[in-house]
């Protein structure tokens, strides 16, 4: 197949800002930018990095095999195409041909099998996701065989995650005392502030805690669209005031998503300025611990998902998020939307807390929620659930607790809190990579389960899942899991996060219109984004 | 002598007030009393007199036991003060005790008299009744019993040191240490203090170690004085004899320095001997005769040798080398005439 | 002995206005001094003398103080109607103080030259012109009219770094170094031991006669004011109670506290030491009535509890502030005591 | 019965008597400190304004319109984000919940918090420094001042921060953070305070008549130092809540669904300026409470201050 | 010399305060709740990784010997990694302590022309209007937590009035000096770049402010206090009478003295602000030492940890000796304060 190059009027000629008169008082002359906030830090080692602002950064100055379509698939990009062997154990890849480092030496199949050691022996960042993956191997210099160790449904968008990088270059700028043996550092100090990418951008200068610019490679291979910013800026804070500010003097383009409703409102106002909703993959969990008093009791535990007021919740967000349908965000592949929904019925909770073992002295049975710190709108879900329990008896407590105290206490099954309130989001558009991250076995004591679930029959299964490589009996598995989780009503299911940005309305961001793929990062692919200065 | 109440022998004190350069580090010491001896008889006001810095307090404090001596022993009635090694036993605390110069700052401004007048009676005398016992020691230095529940800030000067003076009384003491007692006082003040001292004295025979710089007040208090001079003794007599035959060029001084009242005091002034030069520092005391560079007798021998006491009449003791070959004291009056056209 | 008046005080009333009232300090003081003179003044602590020469000068802290009555003739200009610019040209070169505790006078945190330095450059219209380094050659003289050793070392020491005789010493060459017509000396030598104030006492007494200066000398210690003084007054509790030529004052003092300041102090010739005064100096809060004396005095009469007595002639240039030597009040009083 | 005190102390009064002689002194030297305290009219201000205060919070469920906002759990999301209007004075805030209720019994904790902190600190702190103070010189003042100047050099807000994320983040644990931070001021100033002291000649006076080191460090020497320590209360007072206050930013303090000043400002803060009232009336509520702590301070020094009037 | 052996004595002091606060550091960050390897690589980071990070860093060793370990390190100026920003905590600490030092000394600036200045117009026209309006600010800048500032200046500053830029140290745009000091103002004028300087100053302002404010309050209550003191005092008087003109006496005899105090507390605030400004430093995206802290203690980077609070450690040790030189310098009473503890 050929490469999806962003849908963009090939023939319009790029804006350029010759006559940039008196008049016009935004930026006028010079590069256009566009300036995202963000979260820091920014780790922009493909080998490091694997939260929002990483993965934002590595797409715009790293190339990888495939490219995310805005429908949830993939479609080839430094791999123009490949072959699977019959038992689904070998990929063989083959490359683009005169791709260009940003060094301007040429990108080859040394550099993919580089770049999946590099990435497999260090072991940080998103090495998990290739965890199927056993080795790579170059046949020329245009062919690369990735081989596996088990048959895997999900290998080929986990190669979203595999970013190439410059072998030569990298070696070049490693030092020999490391942890990796004959690799040393493997790059890893160098790679930290500079890039050895053959993405669209390239890191122009790079200020820790403070910001990373990238400028426009202009000899990249595939299209940028007319109007594709000349420079971006990726700058790091989320402090409400500081960003409001920043919008209203037009010194910021889009905003990070960690504002709340009613900062966006206020960012909403300001002249020229909109706000995004795009939809993800990350839904919000209230985790309950399964195998302490009184969460143990699944009729406890039901009592709440009949108790809880959703709707109030769903509205505390902007407007648009929706209630979550199940354990798993609709947005995946594999979604069903048939999955029992539980939604607010007092009378049905108070039937079901009377099952509940510990019913006649719930009162000496506080239930602790935990909610983090960082993000202080879940204190309002918290204090909702607080005072709606509170409604059928059920006693609440509400803790504030830093995210390191979170994932420290979600470690062990003891200090795990009754309730956690966490934001989960799937590694990749697939129902089954969601139910794996939150009730596989594998995953109890990591914060992405606080519900300690431990149930073998449902480890069976989701792995059996995950194995079968054809998508329609691998999303009929999804379908029957997702019912079997929601019977046991491990956790509450809010709602579907969406990625709320505040943008200004001179940029024409193709997300708005569903054009972009929601996966991790692919909102900010600079080549496709428009920056219209006026 | 028998009848000794407190004796002092060959006292000193140095303190170290630092040391010199980083790495070869010697103390700086300042020595602030040097040898001094003396002895206080049963009953009597024993008069120490000299300028500032001579070391009379530091003799006062160590008499009372804030110091240990550098070396040196003081006995009360024969028993060895500082036998029993740092901590002075109680009786030994009981029987002497002291009055401060500065009335503001001896009394504790947040006790009231009564807490202050409590503790020695409940350290020394605890089977009393303390209230009635205030009570008495309020009436004992005539002050009315309402004091007893004022802060001393509500009184003035005198009364603060009379406040004093009845703590000291309250362990019942038999010396009493009186570090210049009225020196922050007023004179019209003076006088009502002094009195109430010297009626005490004979009420309950205490003996007193009067401490001052105000020779005319020493002549009407004093039994014996003593003159120090930079850490040492100079001077020892009888206060009569004293003020009559003053022999040491330093109490010639002295005495010739008092601002006096009428005529008839004047004459008692050895007047044509003035006063030169400064009183050296007490960490750099010049060799030979601590007072040679002031002295207007100096001679080549004072400034090498350090002289010794000698006796010069009954009871009256000088250390001076002008006195240490029998002809000596003739020469005094008649030199003091070239000294004025010296200064 | 020139009989023109240099400086003269009429009728002065100082008040302190304190948290808890106002302290009624001077109530009417009446002073002078002739050209050439040497005047004392003495009393016990806290009468109002530093309060007085303060006044003079103007430097009282003027928050809490304020000057509520009287004038202060400087020949024959009231100084405290001057404007700034007259001020300063008195203050300095016409009057000049030395301060009681020469510790407190001395800024501690500037060298002696620092200080020195702007008092010699605005002692003269003429020293304003001068440059830094004459300056300093100009600084040296006081220091050496003073009688201190290395002067020019001096020049760059601080406060702390001198004896209590040098800093003294330093106060009188700074107050001196104005030339000025009339010196303020207030407790000279106090804090000091008896030889060294008596070596101060006699340099001071050299210097101000070598320029005929007047002299005004602040002391409690009667001792001194009637070895230095031609004139002497006496003051209590911010009145003037007696004034009379020295001599005439220690032969025959006429006011009962004249007397029971004197017959308070140990003589040299033995004799014990008397009572003194009984009482202390009242509250300035609340000043007794009449004769601010009366509740210490031995001798108090009904009338001085309601009326203050006048500050009048009793014998020729002795003058005192009591009843008892008013002819129209109190002649049989007088009888008895002189008995 | 009254009895007649025995003659031979010389005075013949009652008891009753000197009971009244007594209650006399006090009564002057009370009515002094008042005099002392009271004329400077912001003391007064800063005084009762902390004494309303006080007050405020102790009867914080009787006073309030809506206590239930504070100390219950409650979320009224409709009512959410009102501006200040005659039912509720201050507004409600992001959950509805009405902020003059909270703020007044964020008083509480904030003052809850100030006093326990102080509690904790001041006897430490001043323990230590009278020790030291007193033993200058010595190895134990070494050790004690040592110990000090360590703790000072860490960075406080840091220290807090760390222990409280060591501890689990409630109230109680932030108070002892910010407590672990705070004593070394108290010794460093009773030290400096007893230094000079204890060569005052009172001191020595009570050692050579042979008073016990308890009593010289505690009825000799600590009643002179109470007068900076009292002030330094008080303005701390102010300090502990405005700690409080920026540890609450960081998620540290008062747990929901009390009400914490800090916490309110901090979380109201995001909401600014369209939602101003949300943070600025707890913000001023601090403001209030640490300037009436401050003025009453300085009327304690004025009051304490040496000179006598 | 004698200044020379001060400096001697206090360092040698300070070498055991810094042992101990290294030892506090120490067993803080080691107690603090999380695996920091952990949290480093992240949830979903196979073990082996975690436990190669934990060996490389000798989490897995007995704490003595891990203390060993770090103040070996640390005596070669070697802090590990972070585990935040992945670079050598020492590169971090050159990166932002300048940061915060710039902020930090601009602060003490403004708070030194302001405050004194605040004190003195206070101190001089005492308990007149001037008097009151100087004490009513005084009392709010000492009341006002600093990120209050902040947000007030930012938004009032920076959003109504938009007069100054709100975030980082230069704008966008502005080339960066080539870093010599790591001040941006220092390193601009080096670099003779006036365009980057006057941003970098533009720049400086409001958090400098911000941070400001309550030190600058503080310092003019105490200069107020000691001003209307010692106006009172002798020395005033005497120099006065002197005829010494009032513009000489104010401005020199008075000022002097009356600025010890003053000086002592600027010392602490500076050490102070340098510490607890964090928040200030977040809400204007300063990429400051403190704020640099504060993450690392909410991501538990041990390294990191130990290390900013050793450098503020010795940078309060630092500045108490200096507050303490100049103070000696200022007034000879005082003196070096060398013997304090011997
Ligand atoms: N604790 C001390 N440490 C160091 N030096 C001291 C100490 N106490 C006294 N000195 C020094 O010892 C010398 C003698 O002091 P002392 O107080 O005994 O003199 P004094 O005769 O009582 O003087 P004054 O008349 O001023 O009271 C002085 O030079 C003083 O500086
Ligand atoms: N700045 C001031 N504030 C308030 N009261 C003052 C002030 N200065 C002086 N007084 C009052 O004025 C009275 C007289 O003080 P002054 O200093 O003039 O006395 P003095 O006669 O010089 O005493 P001394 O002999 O102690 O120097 C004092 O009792 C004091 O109450
Ligand atoms: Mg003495
Ligand atoms: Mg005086």
């Known amino acids: 197949a050929a490469p999806a190059a962003p849908a963009a009027p090939a023939e319009a000629p790029a804006a350029q800002p010759t006559e940039a008169p008196a008049e016009a008082p935004a930026p006028a002359a010079g590069p256009t930018t566009l300036r995202v906030t963000f979260a820091w830090p920014t780790f922009i080692d493909p080998a490091v990095g694997n939260d929002f602002s990483s993965s934002s950064s590595l797409i715009n100055l790293y190339d990888t095999l495939v490219f995310p379509s805005p429908d949830g698939g993939i479609v080839p990009w430094l791999a123009e195409s490949w072959d699977v062997s019959d038992d689904g154990l070998s990929y063989t890849f083959h490359l683009k041909q005169g791709v260009k480092f940003h060094d301007g030496s040429e990108l080859t199949a040394s550099d993919v099998v580089y770049s999946f050691n590099r990435l497999k022996g260090i072991g940080e960042g998103f090495a998990y996701m290739l965890a199927d993956a056993e080795s790579a191997e170059a046949v020329d210099d245009y062919t690369v065989t990735i081989t596996l160790g088990k048959p895997s449904g999900l290998f080929l968008p986990s190669l979203l995650r595999l970013f190439i990088v410059n072998e030569d270059l990298v070696r070049a700028n490693t030092a020999a005392e490391g942890p990796y043996g004959e690799n040393g550092d493997y790059g890893k100090e160098w790679l930290l502030t500079h890039d050895a990418g053959s993405g669209p951008y390239k890191v122009k200068e790079f200020q820790l805690e403070e910001y990373l610019l990238m400028e426009k490679n202009e000899d990249w291979w595939g299209e940028f669209a007319p109007n594709a910013p000349d420079e971006i800026r990726f700058i790091g804070t989320t402090e409400a005031a500081t960003i409001r500010t920043l919008m209203a003097n037009r010194e910021l383009e889009i905003s990070d998503q960690w504002q709340t409703v009613q900062a966006l409102e206020a960012l909403d106002e300001i002249e020229g300025v909109d706000i995004a909703a795009l939809p993800t993959m990350t839904e919000f969990y209230f985790m309950i611990n399964t195998k302490i008093p009184p969460t143990d009791d699944v009729h406890c535990r039901r009592a709440m998902a009949w108790a809880f007021d959703y709707d109030t919740a769903v509205g505390l967000e902007w407007p648009g998020t929706r209630q979550s349908q199940g354990p798993v965000p609709a947005s995946l592949g594999g979604h069903n939307p048939d999955v029992f929904v539980f939604h607010r019925d007092l009378e049905k909770a108070k039937e079901e807390l009377a099952q509940c073992k510990y019913a006649d002295e719930i009162e000496n049975y506080p239930v602790e929620i935990h909610w983090v710190s960082e993000v202080p709108d879940e204190e309002k879900f918290a204090l909702l659930f607080q005072s709606n329990m509170a409604e059928i008896g059920i006693p609440v407590k509400v803790v504030s607790i830093p995210w390191l105290s979170m994932v420290e206490n979600t470690s062990s099954m003891e200090t795990s809190p009754h309730i956690a309130t966490i934001y989960v989001s799937s590694d990749l558009p697939e129902a089954g990579t969601m139910l794996f991250q939150r009730y596989h076995s594998s995953t109890a004591n990591q914060w992405l389960q606080n519900e300690w679930l431990l149930d073998e029959e449902f480890d069976a299964r989701i792995e059996d899942a995950l194995a079968t490589v054809d998508q329609e009996e691998r999303f009929a598995k999804y379908y029957e899991l997702q019912d079997y989780i929601a019977e046991l009503a491990p956790s509450l299911f809010i709602y579907d996060q969406a990625e709320k940005h505040a943008y200004q309305s001179y940029v024409d961001w193709p997300a708005l219109r569903g054009e972009m793929s929601a996966v991790m990062g692919y909102y900010f692919f600079g080549p496709q984004i428009q920056v219209n200065p006026h | 002598m028998s009848n000794d109440i407190l004796t002092v022998e060959n006292l000193k004190k140095h303190f170290v007030i630092g040391y010199t350069g980083l790495i070869h580090r010697e103390p700086i010491t300042v020595k602030a009393v040097d040898g001094v001896s003396f002895s206080i008889r049963e009953g009597e006001t024993f008069g120490l007199v000299g300028e500032s810095g001579s070391g009379k307090s530091t003799v006062a404090y160590i008499t009372v036991g804030m110091y240990r001596p550098t070396s040196g022993t003081i006995y009360l009635r024969g028993e060895d003060l500082f036998a029993q090694g740092d901590e002075r036993p109680l009786r030994f605390k009981k029987e002497i005790q002291i009055v401060y110069q500065d009335p503001g700052s001896s009394l504790n401004p947040r006790r009231t008299i009564k807490d202050i007048l409590d503790l020695p009676l409940r350290i020394h005398q605890p089977h009393k009744n303390r209230t009635l016992e205030i009570l008495r020691l309020l009436n004992e230095v005539e002050l009315p019993p309402d004091y007893m529940h004022k802060y001393p800030r509500q009184l003035s000067g005198g009364e603060k040191q009379i406040i004093a003076i009845a703590r000291a009384l309250a362990s019942d003491p038999s010396l009493i240490v009186l570090d210049e007692p009225t020196s922050a006082l007023d004179v019209s003040v003076q006088g009502k203090v002094i009195n109430l001292l010297i009626r005490l004295q004979q009420e309950l025979n205490l003996s007193y170690l009067f401490i001052t710089h105000d020779l005319s007040l020493m002549r009407n208090v004093a039994t014996r004085v003593a003159i120090m001079y930079l850490g040492k003794i100079c001077e020892v007599a009888d206060a009569a004899e004293f003020f009559q035959n003053p022999q040491h060029p330093y109490t010639q001084m002295l005495l010739s320095s008092i601002p006096v009242l009428s005529e008839e005091e004047e004459k008692l002034k050895p007047s044509k001997i003035h006063s030169i030069g400064e009183i050296p520092s007490p960490v750099n005391v010049p060799p030979g005769c601590s007072f040679h560079q002031r002295c207007p007798y100096v001679m080549d021998v004072c400034k090498v040798v350090d002289p010794v006491m000698v006796e010069t009449g009954p009871g009256h003791t000088v250390r001076c080398h002008l006195f240490e070959q029998p002809p000596a004291p003739a020469a005094v009056p008649e030199t003091s005439s070239t000294v004025e056209a010296a200064t | ?339 | 019965m009254a009895q007649q005190t025995a003659e031979w102390t010389g005075f013949n009064i009652t008891e009753q008597e000197l009971r009244r002689m007594r209650w006399q002194t006090r009564r002057e030297n009370l009515g002094r400190s008042w005099y002392k305290f009271s004329r400077n009219p912001l003391s007064v201000v800063g005084g009762a304004t902390v004494l309303i205060i006080i007050l405020a919070a102790i009867f914080a469920p009787y006073i309030t319109p809506y206590p239930d906002h504070a100390t219950r759990p409650f979320t009224d999301f409709a009512n959410a984000s009102q501006p200040p209007s005659l039912e509720h004075w201050f507004g409600t805030d992001e959950i509805g919940r009405d902020i003059f209720s909270r703020t007044v019994f964020g008083f509480r904790f904030s003052l809850t918090m100030g006093v326990v902190v102080l509690s904790m600190v001041v006897p430490v702190g001043v323990i230590l420094g009278l020790i030291a103070g007193y033993f200058q010189g010595s190895r134990i003042d070494t050790i004690i001042m040592r110990i000090t100047d360590i703790f000072l050099a860490v960075p406080p807000l840091i220290l807090a921060l760390a222990i409280a994320s060591v501890l689990e983040p409630n109230l109680f644990n932030s108070m002892v953070a910010v407590s672990l931070m705070w004593w070394p001021w108290y010794t460093r100033l009773v030290y400096g305070q007893a230094t000079a002291l204890r060569n005052e000649f009172f001191v020595s006076s009570a050692e050579v008549t042979g008073a016990s080191t308890a009593h010289i460090l505690f009825r000799e020497i600590l009643p002179n130092t109470l007068s900076p320590i009292f002030t330094k209360i008080s303005l701390d007072m102010g300090w502990v809540i405005i700690i409080g206050a920026s540890l609450s930013f960081v998620g540290l303090g008062v747990q929901p669904p009390k009400p914490g000043l800090g916490t309110m400002v901090a979380s109201g803060a995001k909401y600014l300026p369209d939602q101003w009232w949300i943070s600025l009336f707890p913000a001023l509520a601090i403001v209030v409470l640490v300037l009436g702590f401050n003025l009453l301070g300085d009327g304690l020094r004025d009051l304490f201050a040496a000179e006598e009037i | 010399m004698r200044t020379l052996t001060f400096i001697a004595r206090r360092a040698f002091h300070a070498i055991f305060v810094l042992l101990g606060l290294s030892i506090v550091i120490f067993i803080i960050a080691r107690i603090m709740p999380g695996d920091p390897a952990r949290v480093a690589v992240g949830a979903r980071a196979p073990e082996w990784v975690v436990e190669q990070l934990r060996e490389q860093m000798h989490l897995n060793d007995p704490l003595p010997i891990q203390y060993y370990y770090w103040l070996t390190d640390a005596l070669h100026g070697d802090f590990g990694i972070s585990l935040v920003t992945r670079r050598n905590v020492a590169d971090d600490i050159r990166e932002f302590f300048p940061a915060s030092l710039e902020l930090a000394f601009t602060s003490l600036l403004i708070t030194a022309v302001l405050g004194i200045g605040l004190g003195t117009l206070s101190a001089r026209h005492k308990d007149k209007f001037i008097d009151n309006v100087v004490r009513v600010i005084s009392y709010m800048g000492v009341v006002t937590p600093s990120f209050v500032f902040a947000i007030l200046f930012l938004l009032l500053f920076g959003y109504v009035l938009d007069l100054f830029p709100t975030i980082g140290r230069l704008s966008e745009g502005v080339p960066r000096p080539p870093t010599v000091t790591g001040f941006m103002t220092i390193d601009s004028l080096l670099a003779g770049n006036f365009t980057a300087l006057f941003d970098a100053l533009h720049h400086l302002i409001l958090p400098a402010m911000a941070l400001a404010m309550g030190t600058m309050a503080q310092e003019a209550r105490i200069t107020r206090a000691s001003m209307s003191e010692n106006l009172t005092k002798d020395y005033i008087a005497a120099i006065r009478a002197f005829g010494v003109p009032e513009r000489t006496v104010m401005g020199r005899f008075l000022l002097k003295p009356s600025l010890i105090a003053t000086i002592s507390i600027m010392g602490l605030d500076f050490a102070g602000g340098l510490a607890n400004a964090f928040l200030v430093e977040l809400i204007f995206v300063w990429p400051g030492l403190s704020r640099y802290g504060m993450n690392a203690i909410l991501r538990k980077d041990l390294n990191a940890i130990s290390a900013v609070i050793l450098v503020l450690g010795v940078v309060f040790i630092v500045v108490n000796i200096i507050v303490d030189l100049v103070v000696a310098r200022l007034d000879p009473r005082i003196g070096l304060r060398a013997a304090r503890s011997d």
């Open chain 3, 1 to 339: 002995m020139s009989v023109t008046p240099l400086l003269e005080i009429k009728n002065l009333h100082v008040e302190f206005k304190v948290y808890g009232g106002v302290l009624k300090v001077l109530d009417g003081v009446d002073f002078r001094v002739n050209v050439g003179e040497k005047v004392g003044l003495v009393g016990e602590t806290g009468c109002g003398k530093t309060t007085t020469m303060k006044a003079i000068l103007r430097i009282l802290p003027v928050p809490p103080a304020r000057i509520t009555g009287g004038e202060v003739l400087f020949k024959g200009r009231d100084i405290l109607k001057m404007k700034e610019r007259e001020l300063r040209e008195t203050r300095g070169r016409g009057i000049s103080m030395i301060f009681q505790d020469p510790t407190a006078a001395l800024n501690p945190v500037f060298t002696i030259g620092a200080q020195l330095e702007p008092v010699i450059r605005h002692a003269s219209p003429e020293n304003r012109r001068l440059s830094k380094k004459e300056l300093r050659k100009l600084a040296v003289i006081p220091l050496k009219e003073v009688a201190l050793a290395d002067p020019e070392r001096l020049l760059d020491a601080y406060p702390i770094q001198l004896s209590g005789g040098m800093r003294q010493r330093v106060c009188i060459g700074m107050a001196l170094a104005t030339n000025p017509e009339l010196l303020i000396a207030d407790e000279p030598g106090t804090s000091l031991d008896v030889t060294i104030q008596d070596q101060v006492l006699r340099l001071l007494q050299r210097l101000v006669e070598q320029r005929h200066s007047s002299v005004i000398l602040i002391s409690h210690t009667l001792g001194i004011v009637r070895q230095m003084c031609d004139r002497v007054y006496v003051m209590y509790a911010g009145n003037m109670v007696e004034e009379a030529p020295t001599r005439k004052l220690f032969a025959n003092p006429l006011h009962p506290y004249t007397r029971g300041l004197m017959a308070a102090v140990p003589r040299l010739s033995g004799g014990g030491v008397a009572m003194g005064i009984p009482g202390r100096i009242p509250s300035y809060l609340h000043p007794p009535s009449g004769c601010r004396f009366h509740p210490r005095c031995p001798q108090a009469m009904e009338i001085c509890k309601h009326e203050k007595p006048a500050f009048q002639q009793a014998e020729d240039d002795h003058r005192v502030a009591c009843f008892l030597y008013d002819p129209a009040v109190a002649e049989p009083q007088k009888e008895a005591t002189t008995a």
